[in-house]
């Protein structure tokens, strides 16, 4: 079946500090990849998707994820974090075979001066 | 350009009631789904639409109805209320398969 695991709930970094959450999935085929972010009272803002090719992709407000397809791994990395940046952030793998759409339970990331 | 809008924005009910949810997309896609956002869940998928006309089951379909009637119009209902859809309830929007959801700003749902 399919999955998605994000393995920190909760993650806080210092801004201006590098950033990388973890997203690990379990898919049969080749997967599309997604990172949405999401603001408090806020729906979910698409940062960055991967669906085939170069398995660094580069999203928006500066970060960026590599596909790993050896480690199941679709990792976010920003490489200096700002306040503004502060959200829950889900990782999403979107069926090819199908209409279905599976998100990891988030990571809350809280960025201190 | 209103892209995805969901009313209410928010809600109270008390327990038994009914009530319909609304999704309107102004960007003529096809898909439409319907998720919960709960505390450490993640979004978990209520029910969703591959065209007008049509709707599927989803991981947690139990409580709830929905249908399609028109493209750009997805509801939700909740025929008889219970405090355990006290949640926030997401539409998204695709135009296909491989492309990425586009998402309301959400429902705040509260069931006394």
């Known amino acids: 079946a399919q999955s998605v695991t994000q393995p920190d709930i909760h993650i806080t970094v210092s801004e201006g500090a590098s950033l990388e959450l973890r997203c690990n999935y379990s898919?049969?085929?080749?997967?599309?990849l997604f990172w949405y972010v999401q603001s408090p009272g806020q729906g979910l803002q698409l940062l960055l998707k991967y669906f085939s090719g170069d398995t660094l992709v580069q999203g928006i407000k500066g970060f960026e994820a590599e596909f790993k397809r050896s480690q199941s791994s679709f990792n976010l990395r920003k490489p200096s974090v700002h306040w503004s940046d502060a959200a829950e952030y889900f990782c999403?793998?979107?069926?090819?075979?199908?209409?279905?759409?599976?998100f990891g339970t988030g990571t809350s990331l809280t960025v201190i001066p | 350009n209103a892209g995805v809008t969901q009313t209410p924005k928010f809600r109270v009910l008390k327990t038994g009631q009914s009530m319909t949810l609304l999704c309107a997309q102004d960007?003529?896609?096809?898909?439409m789904y319907w998720y919960r956002q709960d505390p450490g869940m993640g979004l978990r998928l209520i029910h969703y639409?591959?065209?007008?006309?049509?709707?599927a089951k989803g991981e947690v379909p139990d409580g709830y109805n929905v249908s399609r009637l028109k493209k750009q119009n997805f509801l939700l209902g909740l025929e008889s209320a219970a405090p355990s859809q006290t949640s926030v309830y997401f539409c998204?929007?695709?135009?296909?398969?491989?492309?990425?959801?586009?998402f309301g700003d959400g429902t705040r749902l509260s069931i006394l």
């Open positions: 999403a793998v979107g069926a090819n075979t199908g209409n279905q759409f599976y």
């Open positions: 639409s591959v065209g007008e006309g049509t709707t």
């Open positions: 998204a929007t695709h135009s296909r398969l491989n492309q990425p959801q586009h």
């Open positions: 898919y049969g085929a080749t997967p599309y």
């Open positions: 960007m003529n896609h096809e898909y």
